[in-house]
Each structure stands twice: as C-alpha cells, then as structure tokens.
C-alpha cells in the first residue's frame, strides 16, 4: 500500500486564518476533515503533510518507497479515488493545471515539492469533476454537499442507534444516524433538506429545532432551545446555541448563548460571548468584500452571503456585533458595543475604539488554561505554531509601526 501524503498548494495564502495553524487537509467541511475523507476512501491507516515549514514538527512528512501525494485542498469523490487508484508508479494526475494526485518516489516527492518535476513523470489530463476549497468561504458553500457525501460514507451499512421517542422526526427518518452514547431529547429533527449526523456521546439537549443537513460530531453539545438551519456542521466538544445558520465549526468552540451565527466559519478554541452576532447580508444586497491575504485587502467574493470568519483562539466578548463578511485572525480578543473593524489582525485585544497586541506570555497562559478544560495540553509545538503567527503577522498591527515611529 501506497505512502498518503497531503500537500498544500499555492491557495493556502488564500485560506488565512485558518491555514495558519493548520495545514488545509485537517479543514472540516461535512461531517469529516478532508483528511479524514481521503483516508476512509483510499482505506489508509496513516496520512502525512507536506505544508509550511513552521507547521511541519505538529504535523511531520514521512515517506516510503512509493509515495501517494494528492493535493489536500481538494474534496474526494468515489470516482476520483478509483481513478487514483489505477495511477501507475510516475504519473501525475492533472486538471486544468491542477495537480490532483501523483505516484511517485521519495526522490521524485521531493523535487516536486522543490517545484521542479522529473522528466520520467508523465502528465495526465482528467475530466472527473471535483470540488476545491480555494477560498475561507467555500468552506460553508460546500458543506451541504460535504454532509450528504460524508453521511453516505460513514453510516452505509450500519445501524443507527434509536432516537428517543420524545423528539419529533419531520422527514424521512432513515435521514437521521444516531451514534453511541447520544443523549437527544424533547427535540424536532427535519431532514427533508439534508441528512443529520448524531455523532458519538453527543447532546441535543431539549427544545432545539434542527433542520439538515446537519453534523453534530462526537461529544458536542446543542443548548437548550438552539435553531439550527442546515446546512450546518458542529465541530467535536463544541457547545452551542442561539441561532445557526449554514456554518462550519471546527471544533473545540463555544457559542453557548442566545444570537446569530450566519454563513460563517469558527476555528478552534474559540468563545462567542452572550448575544454575539454577525452580519451575513449586506443592506444593498450587493456582494460582499472579505479581505484577501495575499493582496493585503478587501477584495470581491463572489458571494452575496457571507459571515464571520474567525480564526483559532479568538474570543468575542457579550454583545459583540460583526459586520458582513468579517475576517477575525488568530488569538483575538475583542469587546465593546460598536462593530469593529471587518479584518482584525492576529493577536490583536481591545474594540472598535482601538487595539493592543495580545503578547505571547499572556497567549500561553490562556490557551493553557482554555485547553485543560478538554483535557488538551498545549504543547510546545503548539506554542512553535502560535510564535511564528505573531511574527508573521505583525505588520497588519498597525499600532505597533505606530509606537516605533
């Protein structure tokens, strides 16, 4: 069996904050991270990463004889994955200059990821289509597809756990898979839009309205009376509740409280205070303008729906108001009664009225303390990771040019 290893491709700039810290393979779009896909397809044990350099210690490139490298910012399908297991050893399988898969050697591996391509490597055109994630908001755009897919893979063949006969099933019932554990009560289940994913020792605790698609992963938690609109997707020990509109949660987050959470993206580790609220739709109804990494400003989406976009360890303080289209960075801190601005840099603490950098010391002992109610350690390549964020993104902190002046 072939070495599986994912790589990132150039459109990692594009998908800050969240390739920051992680490469884009461990992104959740369904039920499942697109690693995890890939590896249930392909029926491999182990998966590998070839990304950022900074990355590399949490998330290590090992390779083997024959190497299976596939682009990690592409979403599998059956038919793509029987085509690349028909590769033979040195060929690549491209579309449209995208570089889908390749079987190759160590050696061959590596001058590839040195961008150069061995000449014994032979090119190969496909009309198979397939979903790329090449912008933050195609994440919430392709999650509805994502949980049909990801629901079909991980329930054929299985039986679901029964659903209390207290909750009321609107739909076709065969539509909901209950994992072990599951605790579901006094709840409406809608699945004539989409599927919805119980997953193990979760919790949909009483008067919630839930409309599919819809993944609740395992040891998640929906609070009393939630409204969730598919397609929407609840990260692992993520507690939320308020109103939920077509958004991904990767997991580890919170939004225990009342408010709107709409056409957004939320990484981990993060917090929405009580009555937080995000945009998704501009006044005008004209399309929204999210700031673009690599150009270092606001640029056209595409999209008239888009929310907040919130990168790992950010926190929002009670009655926080986002704006359409907002991009949060890594470890925020933000507070106050006016809408901030519509792209706060990483580390950045303070309002609408202003900004300080969130320094390391304090960083540390916050995730320390965020992560042990999980029973996560953050551990030194983590600190690593959030390191090189600071200094890779200092110079979007403006007030700091500012003192130096």
């Known amino acids: 069996m072939e070495n599986l290893i994912l790589f990132d491709d150039e459109r990692r700039e594009h998908l800050k904050p969240f390739s920051y810290t992680r490469p884009i393979g461990e992104f959740r779009v369904g039920i499942l991270r697109i690693r995890e896909k890939w590896q249930k397809r392909l029926k491999q044990s182990l998966a ?39 590769l033979p050893n040195n060929q690549v399988l ?23 391509l061995s000449p014994q490597i032979i090119t190969v055109e496909t009309d198979i289509a397939f979903t790329k994630i090449n912008n933050i908001w195609d994440i919430f755009q392709q999650n509805g597809a994502e949980i049909e897919k990801d629901f079909e893979l991980i329930t054929k063949g299985r039986t679901s756990q029964p659903l209390s006969s207290s909750n009321r099933i609107i739909g076709d019932p065969d539509r909901i898979f209950v994992e072990e554990g599951v605790s579901a009560e006094c709840s409406i289940f809608n699945t004539t839009n989409g599927p919805i994913y119980l997953g193990k020792h979760s919790t949909v605790m009483e008067g919630a309205i839930i409309r599919g698609g819809f993944a609740l992963c395992h040891h998640a938690t929906t609070k009393l009376g939630v409204h969730i609109y598919g397609p929407t997707t609840i990260g692992p020990h993520s507690k939320m509740g308020g109103e939920i509109n077509n958004s991904v949660i990767f997991g580890y987050s919170n939004k225990a409280h009342g408010g709107f959470l709409g056409n957004a993206v939320i990484g981990e580790w993060c917090n929405m205070g009580a009555d937080s609220n995000n945009s998704n739709l501009k006044n005008n109804y004209s399309e929204v303008r999210v700031w673009n990494y690599p150009q270092g400003a606001f640029a056209p989406s595409g999209t008239q729906f888009c929310g907040l976009m919130l990168g790992d360890h950010s926190k929002c303080g009670i009655n926080t108001m986002f704006n359409t289209g907002t991009v949060v960075g890594v470890f925020t801190n933000i507070f106050g009664g006016e809408f901030p601005r519509k792209f706060i840099p990483s580390f950045s603490w303070g309002s609408a009225k202003g900004f300080v950098t969130y320094k390391l010391p304090k960083v540390y002992e916050t995730a320390e303390l965020v992560m042990k109610r999980r029973k996560v350690e953050l551990t030194e390549e983590d600190k690593e990771i959030l390191a090189h964020v600071l200094e890779e993104t200092s110079p979007y902190r403006i007030w700091e040019k500012r003192k130096t002046e």
């Open 48 to 86: 590998y990463y070839h990304t950022a350099d900074y990355l590399s210690k949490k998330y290590p490139i090992q390779y083997a004889e024959i190497n299976l490298l596939i682009n990690g910012s592409i979403l599998p399908t059956q038919e793509l994955c029987e085509r690349i297991r028909q």
């Open 94 to 116: 491209v579309q449209n200059e995208v570089v889908i898969a390749m079987k190759v050697s160590q050696a061959d591996a590596e001058a590839f990821f040195a961008q150069e």
